[in-house]
């Protein structure tokens, strides 16, 4: 995760903060707002945000057992899909597709 300047999680929010501390017990904690994951880093002091090109986010933010990757629930054109976040390369890819609405992600 490239390294940014820290600023407080949660910036600009209309809706709760949801949040979720990463699987290895790293000091990472992934903030959810309306539209932006943002990971605070605290062992570093860093911050990296994704910030979504659909405009929102729902449900809870989850983890995978190595700690590389956010999945997360987006409303695109197509309705609510899961989507990770890969935080090494620091790209998003779409999990899911269908008609049905996918939400409530979880490794």
Do not use: H
């Amino acid at each position: 995760m490239p390294d940014q300047d820290l600023e407080p999680p949660g910036v600009d929010l209309f809706v709760p903060i949801q949040g979720s501390w990463s699987s290895t017990d790293d000091g990472r904690f992934v903030v959810q707002t309306e539209s932006k994951l943002q990971v605070v880093d605290l062992t570093r002091y860093a911050l990296g945000t994704y910030e979504s090109e659909f405009g929102c986010l729902e449900g809870s933010p989850s983890w995978p057992a190595d700690g590389e990757g956010i999945v997360f629930t987006a409303e695109g054109p197509e309705g609510r899909n899961l989507y990770v976040w890969r935080l090494g390369a620091y790209e998003v890819a779409q999990l899911t597709g269908d008609e049905a609405d996918d939400f409530m992600p979880a490794w």
